[in-house]
């Protein structure tokens, strides 16, 4: 079975508090290899850490997602600045960016920490994993304000039009692409599937988020995987085993991770 790598979990989320050993236990079953799982605010950074402490095949990164910047304090940046800088299984800062739907923070404060945040990952040559969502024109020039293409990383759970797919893969970024291919009021983003090359392609799930269909609705995991690689191989009219493969090298790739 080819190795499938889920670069973008939230196996810390409460959805897996009654069986997450069971359902991690699971997936090596369905051929997934590696899981980064993805912080999204102090709390959940620190939980994912642990997780990926436990689990051989786990990573992490750790970020504090828009929505949370309001949170932040001295002491829980410090935490961050320095976890980030000396654990081995931290390969990313993330998620971070704007969210221009929910609002949550002031957009003053989501701009300012989606920059330090950059910074932070420059510093420590670390990728970065963005979230943006209904604000692609500002994500793009606070990103090349900050020269995030000297960090690099993946725009995370894909929304944005061909157009915006040009600047970011000018950026030299990767496109995380998950469940949401699969629905079938999905054209504008399978029309972005269609011209972002496949070697800036990443499979994740945003898990307990986003299941494919058939599983749409339901709680997601890795091991529904194979469905969005073979939706992306429908749209891009190649082997599915082409689209499997290429996304576990240009997830390694991503994250700085050596080939198992
Ligand atoms: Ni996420």
Known sequence: MLPIFDTHAHYDDEAFDADRDEVLQGLAMHGVARVTDIGAGIESSKAALELSKKWDFMYCALGVIPGKCSEITDESWKWLCE?????????????????????????DVQALWFGNQIDLAKKLGKPIVVHSRDAAK????????????????????????????????????????????????AKKLAEAVRFIPLSN??????????APVPHRGERNYSGYLSLVADRIAEIKQMPFETVVEETWHNACRLYKLTEI
């Open 83 to 107: 976890s980030a800088e000396k654990e081995e299984k931290c390969v990313a800062i993330g998620e971070i960016g704007l969210d221009y739907h929910w609002d949550d923070d002031p957009r």
């Open 201 to 210: 392609i990443v499979l994740e799930t945003d898990c307990p988020y986003l």
């Open 138 to 185: 500002d994500t793009i020039d606070i990103m090349k304000a900050h020269s995030a293409g000297d960090a690099g990383g993946v725009i995370h759970c894909y929304s944005y039009t061909m157009e915006s797919a040009r600047d970011f893969l000018n950026m030299g970024f990767f496109f995380g692409i998950g469940g949401v291919v699969t629905f079938q009021n």
